[in-house]
């Protein structure tokens, strides 16, 4: 966006000096808003990008195990976006989950994340998100059953789950590490797909990033430190992945593609090696070892195995790092929920596009070849080949899958 644009929006909104420096000051203020929006990622879930509707302006429906919960406008439309909103009220929506009109915000909008973001990194963001033009979005009614349909329901739940906190830096760690968890913590909200949920939907603390399901994908671990679903990545490699959407040991896709796409890859060197530094730093406890399958089941999934994915993922495993993910040492294939690999299996699976990595990667679809079983057999067995050690999968959590993606 042009500086004179930004400038403009911001002297109507009476924020803007006259003085040279004074705009200077501005100026660089939307920028630090533009990559804490950036960084927060509030485009994919504020943008319909199913309806190809303009960004910001809301209306994506996110499907949580409650219902479905539709973003909202984020322009400065005075009528449905938030135009008249003043700073305090963005402040207090984006810290307490309340908008406006004192209404209760459902946590489908992270601010049980965002609530740790100082106050000036807030109003940064409320004063980029003024220098969008308004666009008129009518939001359409969320799908909720009674009694979550009525907001103050939402108190009920916040004085369970949800805590109105400041990041408090840790002064035995470094500025980077502090970093670090401040963006995964806060801005970057890595918590909200990567953690447990109780069936409330809140946090589990004891869940921290070691996993979590959305809309039948499984957020693998990602702790970095012994034991962590990321204890074999390097620092470079989380950064590779976030940065350029390719790393040795595997991809973004779907959601996680999305994370890469709008907001990672365009975040700094210094911020990504921060949450690097800061999830190398999370151990976790040893896995459970697992009830081996039976010989008759290894020797039917191997033989799916090297018959229809041993010729890009190799025959021990190790596929072609950056190009075909090695299967010897997945954390996607060995997560505790196998939804992630099942439903790649089933439906294929597209590495996102990056400025770093433009060329296509594709994991071709299985469904119309493999039946529930097979794939169940050909997983059980890649779950335990070489140094995976993980419990087997049944046919019928493939052919759960398989309905649920019939319907979706
Ligand atoms: C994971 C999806 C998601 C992300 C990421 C997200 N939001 Fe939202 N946001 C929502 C949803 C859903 C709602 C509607 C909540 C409701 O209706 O109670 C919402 C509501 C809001 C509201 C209240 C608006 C109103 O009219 O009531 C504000 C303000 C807001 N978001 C700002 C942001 C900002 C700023 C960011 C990025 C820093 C962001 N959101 C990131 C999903 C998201
Ligand atoms: C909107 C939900 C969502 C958010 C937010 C999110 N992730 Fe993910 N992430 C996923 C899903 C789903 C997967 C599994 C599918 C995939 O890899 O594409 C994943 C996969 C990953 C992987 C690959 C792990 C592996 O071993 O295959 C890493 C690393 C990762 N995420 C890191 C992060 C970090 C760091 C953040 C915060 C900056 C973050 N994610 C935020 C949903 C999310
Ligand atoms: C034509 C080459 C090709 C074939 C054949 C193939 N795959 Fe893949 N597979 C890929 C690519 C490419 C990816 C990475 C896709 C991405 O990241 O979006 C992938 C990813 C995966 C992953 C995720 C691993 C990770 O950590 O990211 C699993 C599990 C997997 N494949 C299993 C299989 C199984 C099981 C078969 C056989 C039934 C198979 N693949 C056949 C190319 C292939």
Same mark, same amino acid.
């Given at each position: 966006?042009?500086?004179?644009?930004?400038?403009?929006?911001?002297?109507? $909104?009476?924020?803007?000096?006259?003085?040279?420096?004074?705009?200077?000051?501005?100026?660089?203020?939307?920028?630090? #808003?533009? +990559?804490?929006?950036?960084?927060?990622?509030?485009?994919?879930c504020?943008?319909?990008?199913?309806?190809?509707?303009?960004?910001?302006?809301?209306?994506r429906g996110l499907d949580t195990?409650?219902g479905v919960i539709y973003s909202?406008?984020?322009?400065?439309?005075?009528?449905?976006?938030?135009?008249?909103?003043?700073?305090?009220?963005? +402040?207090?929506?984006?810290?307490?989950?309340?908008?406006?009109?004192?209404? %209760?915000?459902y946590?489908a909008f992270?601010?049980? +994340?965002?609530?740790?973001?100082?106050?000036?990194?807030?109003?940064?963001?409320?004063?980029?998100?003024? &220098?969008?033009?308004?666009?008129?979005?009518?939001?359409?009614?969320n799908? *909720?059953?009674?009694?979550?349909?009525?907001?103050?329901?939402?108190?009920?739940?916040?004085? *369970?789950?949800?805590?109105?906190?400041?990041?408090?830096?840790?002064?035995? %760690? =470094?500025?980077?590490?502090?970093?670090?968890?401040?963006?995964?913590?806060?801005?970057? @909200?890595?918590?909200?797909?990567?953690?447990?949920?109780?069936?409330?939907?809140?946090?589990?603390?004891?869940?921290?990033?070691? #996993?979590? &399901?959305l809309e039948?994908?499984?957020?693998?671990? /990602?702790?970095?430190?012994?034991? #962590?679903?990321?204890?074999?990545?390097?620092?470079?490699?989380?950064?590779?992945?976030?940065?350029?959407?390719?790393?040795? @040991?595997?991809?973004?896709?779907?959601?996680?593609?999305?994370?890469?796409? *709008?907001?990672?890859? @365009?975040?700094?060197?210094?911020?990504?090696?921060?949450?690097?530094?800061?999830?190398?730093?999370?151990?976790?406890?040893?896995? %459970?070892?697992?009830?081996?399958?039976?010989?008759?089941?290894?020797?039917?999934?191997?033989?799916?195995?090297?018959?229809?994915? !041993?010729?890009?993922?190799? !025959?021990?495993?190790?596929?072609?790092? +950056? /190009?075909?993910?090695?299967?010897?040492?997945?954390?996607?294939?060995?997560?505790?929920?196998?939804?992630?690999? /099942?439903?790649?299996?089933?439906?294929?699976?597209?590495?996102?596009?990056?400025?770093?990595?433009?060329?296509?990667?594709?994991?071709?679809?299985?469904?119309?070849?493999? =039946?529930?079983?097979? /794939?169940?057999?050909?997983? =059980?067995?890649?779950? %335990?080949?070489?140094?995976?050690?993980?419990?087997?999968?049944?046919?019928?959590?493939? $052919?759960?899958?398989?309905?649920? *993606?019939?319907?979706?």
């Amino acid at each position: 966006m042009r500086n004179s644009v930004i400038l403009a929006a911001l002297a109507a $909104a009476g924020l803007v000096a006259g003085t040279a420096q004074a705009q200077e000051l501005a100026y660089s203020q939307v920028e630090r #808003g533009r +990559y804490l929006v950036t960084a927060g990622n509030c485009a994919a879930c504020h943008t319909d990008m199913e309806n190809d509707g303009t960004p910001f302006a809301g209306g994506r429906g996110l499907d949580t195990p409650f219902g479905v919960i539709y973003s909202r406008n984020l322009t400065p439309d005075e009528e449905t976006g938030i135009g008249l909103w003043s700073r305090d009220d963005f +402040y207090r929506a984006m810290n307490e989950g309340v908008n406006r009109e004192g209404q %209760q915000l459902y946590p489908a909008f992270p601010y049980t +994340y965002f609530t740790i973001m100082p106050r000036e990194d807030v109003d940064a963001v409320y004063d980029y998100l003024r &220098t969008l033009e308004p666009v008129r979005a009518e939001i359409p009614e969320n799908e *909720l059953p009674l009694p979550l349909r009525f907001r103050p329901a939402v108190a009920g739940w916040k004085m *369970l789950f949800f805590e109105d906190r400041e990041f408090v830096p840790d002064p035995a %760690q =470094s500025d980077a590490w502090n970093r670090g968890r401040y963006l995964v913590d806060g801005p970057t @909200h890595c918590g909200a797909c990567h953690t447990g949920k109780n069936l409330l939907g809140g946090d589990r603390e004891a869940e921290y990033l070691r #996993g979590g &399901t959305l809309e039948n994908w499984f957020a693998p671990n /990602i702790r970095g430190g012994e034991n #962590g679903g990321l204890a074999q990545w390097e620092i470079g490699d989380i950064v590779e992945f976030l940065r350029d959407g390719r790393a040795r @040991h595997t991809a973004p896709m779907q959601r996680m593609g999305e994370v890469v796409g *709008l907001s990672t890859q @365009h975040m700094t060197q210094e911020d990504l090696e921060a949450i690097a530094i800061y999830l190398k730093s999370l151990n976790d406890e040893p896995p %459970q070892a697992a009830d081996p399958i039976t010989e008759d089941r290894v020797a039917a999934g191997r033989s799916i195995f090297f018959d229809e994915c !041993a010729a890009c993922h190799a !025959a021990d495993g190790s596929g072609v790092p +950056y /190009i075909f993910a090695p299967l010897d040492g997945s954390n996607k294939l060995t997560a505790e929920d196998p939804s992630t690999v /099942i439903r790649i299996i089933l439906e294929g699976a597209q590495a996102v596009p990056t400025e770093a990595a433009l060329g296509p990667l594709a994991m071709p679809a299985f469904d119309w070849k493999l =039946s529930d079983e097979q /794939i169940a057999d050909v997983v =059980s067995y890649l779950r %335990q080949a070489w140094s995976n050690n993980a419990i087997a999968v049944s046919a019928s959590d493939v $052919a759960d899958m398989r309905s649920y *993606l019939e319907e979706h």
